[in-house]
C-alpha cells in the first residue's frame, strides 16, 4: 500500500516542481504577484481561524497552560518539598507553601547515606532491565507465531494472553506468592524478574503482534523464496524492521516495572532487597512519622532514569503508536 | 534453466475449490504468460509454483523433480511481487545480495553477481541507496535485479508492473522482454492486463473462474479464440458479440433478430437454423456501401484512429476505423467485415463453431 502511494505521489511532485519553474521567469509578474497576494490574503478555512493572537491565547495557549500546569504541579511540589528546611514543611502561617526559603540538602544526604535507598534505586535497575529482557525475548516469539505462523488455534491464544493481562495482579500474587515460596526465592531479586514477566510478556506480546501486522506479509514470503528459513526471516528481516515496537514495548515494560508496587510490597521483605515505590513507602514512613523531605527526594530521584528514557526514544515511541514500516 | 510441468493441479480453500484440474506444460526457456480477470486463480497458480502455498491436489514438476513437498527455497526460483517486497532497511546492493548471503556464498562472488546485475538492468549507481529513496521504476527494476541475482531455474512475476503509471509500464514491459531474450530464462509472469500478455508471452494461459479456458500463442488466441470468454478478453476494444441465428437462404449468413444479414466465412456443421454468437473485432470492421445498414450512436475520435458504437436493431457494436472518416451521431452508414475475420460461437456452450 505504502509503495503505491509513493509510486503516485512522485508523478504529481513532478507535476508541481513543473509549474514553480513557469512562474520563475518572470515574464508575467502580473499573474506571479497576483499568485503572491493571493497566497498572503488566503481567504479559505480550515486552520486560519487560529491565526489572530487573542483567539490563539483563548484556544490554544490557555488550555495548553492548564494542561501543562496540572502535569507538572506535582513535580514541582515533589521538588520544592525535597529541599525545604523541617522547619518550614507544615508552617504554612509564616512561610508560603509554593515557595523555599533557605534550601537545604539534607534529605537528600540522608536519604542518600543513611538509609538502604541507594540499594533500593540498584534493585530496581537491575530487576527492570532482567524482567524487560525476559519479557521481550519471550513476547518477540509469541507475537510471531500468533501472528505469522498462523497455527490453529492462534487467535485463541492471542486471545488468552490478551485475557491474562486482564487478571489483576493484586490477586494474581496469591498463587504467585505460593510458588515464590516453592522456588525459594521469596525475597530475592528473582522473585520480582520471574514475577513481573507475568504482565509484561502479555502487554508486549500483544504491541508487538500490532507491529508485526503491519510489516508486509510478501516481505516474508519473500525471504522465504529467497532461501530464508523461519528463524532467518525473524532476526534479519522482522526484528530490524520492529525496531521503533520493540523500543516502545521495551520502555513500556521498563517503566511497568520500575512502577510495580504490589509484588515487590509482598514477595520482598529485607530492606536491602526492597525497590524504590516501595522502599520509599515503607521505609521512610516510621509509623505515623513521614519524613517528607526524603519521601520526596527518594520519589523525584525515583522518577529520574525513567523520564530520561523516555526523553531519549520519544520518537520511535512515537512512530511506533501512529505508524507502519514504510517501504 | 528448466520446464515446468503442470497436471492436473487442483486448490481448495477449505472446502472451497478455486482452481479445478490445470494442466501446463512450459517449455526450457520459454515466456509464459498467465492472464485472466481477478479471482481466475492465476496468482494462486503462481503461489503454488513458488510454493508459497500448498498444492490440494495434481503435482507440479520444476525440471524433472515434483516439487509439491520441496519448501520454497529448494525449488531454485526466484520470484518478483506486485509490491516488489524490498527489505526497506537494506541497500539496494543488500537486498540484491540477500538470497546469495543466505546461501553462505563467498563475499567477492555475490558483489561479483550483484554488479553483473545491476550493469544489465542500469542500477550500479544507486547500489548504496535505501529503497525508499528510489522511485517506482527503480525499486520494479531492484525486484527483478534480486531474480536476476540468484540465477534461479525460472522467474516467477507476480504482476509486477500494476503499481507503476501507464508510461513507465510501458517502458517496463519493454525491458523485462529484453531481459528475457538475453537471460532466456523460463518465466512464469501473472497479469490481468491482456496487452501485456500478448505483448510479452511466448505463450498466453487464458484462465477464468480456475479453469484454463484456452492455451496458445498470442496471435493463435487473437485469431482463433477457443471460446466466447478468450475471444472477449483477448483484443482491445474487445470482441463485439451479436445475436442472431444461422440461415442458409441461397448464400449463408448470420441473421441478427431485426433483419441484419452479417457474412459467414463459413457454415459450421449443424448449426444452420440454430441460434448463435456472431463474434466481430472493432478493427475488422469496414465502411463497405454494401454492407449492413447501421446507425451511428457515439463517435470517439483519439487522433490515430476514430472508434464508432454503432446500433443494428437493439444491438451495439464498436467500430474502429484508421481513416479519417466524417461521422456524425445519427448518420446511417453501411459497414461489413473483413472477409475471414470473423467468430461464430455456440449461443448456449460459448464454443467456438
Sequence with gaps: MTSTHSASSSPSRAGAAMTDSSHAPGADTGAAKRAKTSGLTDDSAGMSYLDSLPRRLITVMLPLLVFVFVLLFPFYWMAITAIKPNYQLTDYANYSPLW?????????????????????LWNTLYVSFAATAIS???????????????????????????????????ILFIPLALMVFKLGIYDSKLALIFTYPTFLVPFSTWLLMGYFRSIPYELEECALV???????????????????????????????????????????QSSENKTVPVGVLTELVRSDVYEWGSLMAGALIGSLPVVILYSFFVDYYVSSMTGAVKE | MATVDIRAVTKAYGSTPVIHGVDIDIHDGEFVVLVGP??????????????????????????NRVVNEVPPKERDIAMVFQNYALYPHMTVGANMGFSLKLRKAPKAEIDAR???????????HLLDRFPRQLSGGQRQRVAMGRAIVRDPQVFLFDEPLSNLDAKLRVQMRTEIKELHQRLKTTTVYVTHDQIEAMTMADKIVVMHDGVVEQIGAPLDLYDQPANQFVAGFIGSPSMNFIKGKVQVNGTAAFVTPSGAKFPLDRVP???VGKDAIYGLRPEHVRIDPQGVPVEIVVVEPTGSEILAIVRVGEQEIACLFRERLSLAPGETIHISPQPGMTHLFDAVSGQRL
Excluded at chain 1, 523555599?100 to 538509609?115: M, N, Q, R, S
Excluded at chain 2, 481477478?38 to 520444476?62: D, P, V, Y
Aim: some cysteine; aromatic content about 12%.
Design chain 2, 269 to 271: 456443421e449443424g448449426a
Design chain 1, 226 to 268: 529467497d532461501g530464508a528459513s523461519r528463524w532467518q526471516i525473524l532476526i534479519k528481516v522482522l526484528l530490524p524492521l520492529s525496531i521503533p515496537g520493540l523500543i516502545s514495548a521495551g520502555i513500556f515494560s521498563f517503566t511497568l516495572s520500575w512502577n510495580e508496587f504490589i509484588y515487590a510490597l509482598t514477595f520482598i
Design chain 2, 114 to 124: 550483484v554488479n553483473r546485475a545491476a550493469g544489465i538492468l542500469g542500477l550500479s
Design chain 1, 100 to 120: 523555599v526559603v533557605g534550601p537545604t540538602l539534607d534529605h537528600i544526604k540522608y536519604l542518600l547515606f543513611e538509609t538502604t535507598y541507594p540499594y533500593w
Design chain 1, 136 to 170: 521481550l525475548v519471550a513476547s518477540v516469539f509469541a507475537a510471531y507465531a500468533i501472528e505469522r505462523l498462523r497455527f490453529k488455534g492462534s487467535r485463541w491464544v492471542g486471545l488468552g494472553i490478551f485475557l491474562a493481562y486482564l487478571v489483576p495482579p493484586s
Design chain 2, 38 to 63: 481477478s479471482g481466475c486463480g492465476k496468482s494462486t497458480l503462481l503461489r503454488m509454483i513458488a510454493g508459497l502455498e500448498n498444492i490440494s491436489g495434481g503435482e507440479i514438476r520444476i525440471g
